[in-house]
């Protein structure tokens, strides 16, 4: 099936780093979200955008949807050893009639070093 | 509130069996999407339901089937397991069709 091509794939940082990861995609979507997954668990939503050209931020993390509406971007800043995990993006496509499926990026593994 | 509830949470089944899942979506949510997510990719769209009705479905073969029961919690089924179902199998809901699905803990399958 489809997934969003996500990069960078993974990335070892220093406590207190900031991170930066973002998702591309040949399709627009109208709808982007954040997600992090710690193993064995569902993910969790971080962030969601709704609009081209949002800037959303919750706590440390901020997110932006691209104003082509193909690629969005997720900062992590002063990272800490819980940031920890699997990142993954998600775009949604609504449409009348149709479902709003969720695509999802193939993920960021993030570890973070004391 | 509690959040999504999938059950089981682990499975191990062989070759040939079928497997019903189950998952309880947010109070008030009417809308229960279902993913396989198989280990190191993403979570893949299966099914979405909503009221009860069929909404879409993702590109899973016909042995996959679901269902959404009038409290909104639903059944995912899988028949003649094959080796390559083994992944994680995610729940997610949200109050409509078109609104933020929040997702489950996921039920774990195993076939051997």
């Known amino acids: 099936g489809q997934q969003l091509n996500q990069s960078p794939q993974s990335m070892f940082i220093q406590e207190g780093e900031d991170v930066s990861m973002n998702c591309t995609s040949s399709?627009?979507?109208?709808?982007w979200l954040w997600y992090k997954q710690d193993p064995g668990e569902g993910p969790v939503l971080l962030i969601a955008?709704?609009?081209?050209?949002e800037l959303t931020s919750n706590g440390r993390l901020t997110a932006q949807f691209g104003i082509t509406r193909k690629d969005s971007f997720l900062n992590i800043s002063a990272s800490i050893p819980s940031d920890v995990g699997i990142y993954f993006c998600?775009?949604?496509?609504?449409?009348?009639?149709?479902?709003?499926?969720?695509?999802f990026g193939t993920g960021t593994r993030l570890q973070v070093t004391l | 509130d509690a959040g999504v509830t999938q059950s089981p949470t682990h499975l191990i089944k062989t070759r040939g069996q079928q497997v019903t899942l189950r998952c309880s979506p947010i109070?008030?949510?009417?809308?229960v999407s279902w993913y396989q997510q198989v280990l190191g990719q993403g979570p893949q769209f299966i099914f979405q339901?909503?009221?009860?009705?069929?909404?879409g479905r993702g590109n899973f073969p016909d042995r996959f089937s679901a269902r959404q029961f009038p409290n909104y919690s639903s059944e995912l089924n899988v028949n003649a397991l094959l080796l390559g179902d083994s992944a994680l199998y995610l729940c997610?809901?949200?109050?409509?069709?078109?609104?933020?699905?929040?997702f489950g803990p996921g039920t774990r399958l195993l076939v051997l």
């Open positions: 997610a809901s949200s109050l409509r069709r078109e609104e933020t699905q929040y």
């Open positions: 399709s627009i979507f109208n709808t």
């Open positions: 955008l709704y609009k081209a050209g």
């Open positions: 998600a775009g949604q496509f609504l449409n009348t009639g149709t479902a709003s499926k969720l695509t």
């Open positions: 109070s008030g949510h009417k809308s």
């Open positions: 339901y909503y009221e009860k009705e069929e909404r």
